[in-house]
């Protein structure tokens, strides 16, 4: 997708996982990246050095997106290093499973912080700094529709990133800037497997068409599609990246 070629592309929680898997597919179609992260350093430079050989540009900013200031900060280095901001993917996210009971208000500030607050005041900066024909790509989750036990807190912060979209994407239209979300399945990353019995695992995987757990390649190639200038016409939409689970 050559259209994205020359871009530039800040992607929050890419330093493993799906947003390393994002970072990665933009940078191959030529965007410029800016690896995001919260704490591993290390994790985020692997990252930069792997999209060095495909001959872009990156670099790695920490920035812990339920900070303001950090937001905030993520932009400005952004914007003094790459001069705009085309693209912007709030991959950043953090999950958690208990009973209502077991939901303490530290566990629900954190998830509300992360989820939504860095969504929102990311979306905030990228209002003020994109360039008119901009991309914003959130991301929710199928378990939004899925009345699944112990997710009450998790597909809150999920459904709130849904009606955000939903309402950027008409706010800033003026603009050309499409806002849309993706919500992928039960995907095989490190955060996924953490917690889970092989036999949950294998459970979920099951609830999909395919009977199998996403990979993040096939999250990855939707998001760049949607960054692209043939998904110019698409805004305000929710892209259930899921293999058909049920």
Known sequence: MASIAGKVAIITGAS????????????GNGASIVVNYAGNAS????????????????????????QVADIQRL???T?????????????????FYKP?????EEDFDQI??????????????????????????????????????????????????EQITRVLAKELGAKAIAVNVISPGPTDTELFREGKTQE?????????AFGKLGEVQEIADVVAFLASDEARWITGQNIRVNGGIA
Do not use: W
Request: charge should be neutral.
């Open 112 to 161: 509300f912080a992360i989820n939504v607050k860095g969504t929102y005041f990311a979306c905030q900066q990228a209002a003020q700094h994109m360039a008119e024909g901009g991309r914003i790509i959130n991301f929710s989750s199928s378990t939004t529709v899925m009345m699944l036990p112990t997710y009450s807190a998790y597909v809150a912060t999920k459904g709130a990133v």
């Open 43 to 66: 994790k985020a430079q692997e990252v930069v050095a792997e999209i060095e050989q495909l001959g872009v540009q990156a670099i790695a900013i920490q920035a812990d997106v339920s």
């Open 79 to 95: 914007l003094e290093r790459f001069g705009k901001v085309d693209i912007l993917v709030n991959n950043a996210g953090i999950a």
């Open 100 to 104: 209502i009971t077991q939901v303490t």
């Open 200 to 208: 949950q695992i294998d459970r979920l995987a099951q609830m999909a």
């Open 75 to 77: 932009f400005e280095q």
């Open 16 to 27: 493993r996982g799906i947003g390393r898997a994002i970072a990665l597919k933009l940078a």
